[in-house]
């Protein structure tokens, strides 16, 4: 639920989050689908984060 998506939004910028929402969005409009899942949405903010790591500056 919401307790999942807030733990994993963690720490991305509001701009971050809106990507990973449009992304999960975009590829249930492109399946067809009227819904998407928590899991889902989870997964697209978790990549964030990861992205968000490897490209990290390194003081």
């Known amino acids: 639920g919401w307790a999942a998506i807030e733990q994993a939004a963690r720490g991305l910028s509001q701009a971050e989050v809106a990507r990973a929402a449009d992304e999960v969005v975009k590829t ?3 399946e067809q689908r009227k819904q998407t899942t928590t899991q889902e949405v989870v997964a ?3 990549e964030r984060q990861a992205m968000r790591t490897a490209f990290a500056v390194k003081l």
């Open 28 to 30: 249930a409009i492109l």
């Open 44 to 46: 697209k903010l978790t």
